[in-house]
């Protein structure tokens, strides 16, 4: 399908409109036309992941490469959304498109199988001198061990431009841990710490749980989608200063209901 990329000028559907839609595209996946509509609904969606891709791209990915890789990932997000897996669409459309991006970028190896090669003796190079050295080569030391220009070794660096996960295992084996388990935590708490912690986060869910459906919407976009407060307005069809006004409402109410919380929990303990 061709989509129209021109975010402001689609029409906003409300929540309302956006449940019945989605309750008749269950009822049949056959309709294309509503899965379109769909997908105009939650392009946004796109545009916020492309913005945000945190990768070293070679300059044959243009935006608009980038930005087709996420509409197939919304497309396939749509097609295969089901309530039974627990999570909102717009969360599990994130990863697909997150996921589909990354993959599509891995899938087109952009350098000749010579410069690879290059690549690959320069890396095995950078291993072998580390032992003889017990520390990291400098590029000169490479270029001397290899018998090529200091240049040529920065110029076959630059061009390894692999895209990696923090998700990615360190080996192939099957128990090899994930680069993000190899990450030292600096901001380790104690025990009592983690329940504390887990206990505030409990109490947070619980007051964002009473607010009105439109201003824990915008919550949510604005600290775990980390969106700002214009692209809100933009996703749901209201002003930014609209948003603005919502969004330190629902502050002052999650104030009210945490220390409404911890007055019960008191009195709880006194008793």
Do not use: C
Not at 123 to 135: H, T
Not at 136 to 151: P, Q, R
Not at 206 to 214: C, G, I, M, Q, V
Request: net charge neutral; glycine share 4%.
């Amino acid at each position: 399908m061709e989509q129209d990329t021109s975010y402001n000028k689609i029409k906003r559907a409300t929540n309302e409109e956006l449940a019945e839609m989605w309750t008749r595209y269950f009822a049949d996946k056959s309709n294309k036309e509503l899965r379109d509509a769909l997908i105009l609904q939650y392009i946004y969606l796109t545009r916020y992941v492309v913005g945000r891709v945190k990768v070293a791209l070679p300059p044959t990915f243009s935006y608009e490469d980038i930005s087709s890789y996420g509409v197939e990932g919304l497309i396939d997000a749509v097609e295969k959304y089901t309530p039974k897996m627990g999570a909102r669409f717009e969360t599990y459309a994130l990863v697909r498109i997150r996921g589909n991006i990354i993959d599509k970028i891995r899938s087109q190896d952009f350098l000749p199988r010579s410069v690879r090669k290059k690549i690959k003796d320069v890396k095995e190079a950078q291993e072998e001198l580390k032992k003889q050295f017990g520390r990291a080569a400098t590029n000169t030391e490479i270029a001397n061990f290899l018998g090529i220009e200091k240049e040529k070794v920065e110029q076959l660096l630059s061009d390894d431009t692999t895209v990696t996960s923090i998700y990615d295992k360190k080996g192939s084996a099957d128990g090899d841990i994930e680069i993000i388990d190899t990450i030292q935590d600096s901001h380790n708490l104690a025990p009592h710490e983690e329940l504390e912690e887990k206990d505030v986060k409990k109490e947070l869910e619980n007051a964002l749980k009473r607010l009105p459906e439109r201003e824990r919407t915008i919550m949510v976009l604005y600290y775990h989608e980390n969106m700002t407060l214009k692209e809100i307005g933009e996703a749901i069809n209201v002003s930014e200063s609209r948003i603005s006004q919502l969004h330190a409402q629902a502050i002052m109410k999650l104030k009210n209901l945490l220390s409404e919380n911890r007055s019960e929990r008191l009195k709880r303990s006194i008793i």
